[in-house]
């Protein structure tokens, strides 16, 4: 019996998830720590223009079947 395989999904769209994800755990946490809402929006957007530029250019590696 084989392994059900996933969808595909296009590394762009994933790496979208990634950035809107981590972006907005990092505007929560620092409102949360009490840092003003727009300095933690600003630090939230440029932590997700960061992480969709990472994930997109460096995880677009294959894993290595065994």
């Given at each position: 019996?084989?392994?059900?395989?996933?969808?595909?999904?296009d590394h762009g769209v994933i790496s979208l998830v990634w950035a809107v994800l981590l972006g907005g755990?990092?505007?929560?946490g620092l409102l949360a720590i009490g840092?003003?809402?727009a300095v933690?929006?600003?630090?939230?957007?440029?932590t997700a223009?960061?992480?969709?530029?990472?994930?997109?250019?460096?995880?677009e590696h294959e894993l290595k079947q065994r």
């Open positions: 019996m084989t392994k059900p395989q996933l969808p595909s999904i755990y990092v505007w929560i840092i003003k809402g933690a929006f600003i630090f939230g957007l440029l223009f960061a992480v969709f530029l990472l994930v997109r250019i460096l995880g």
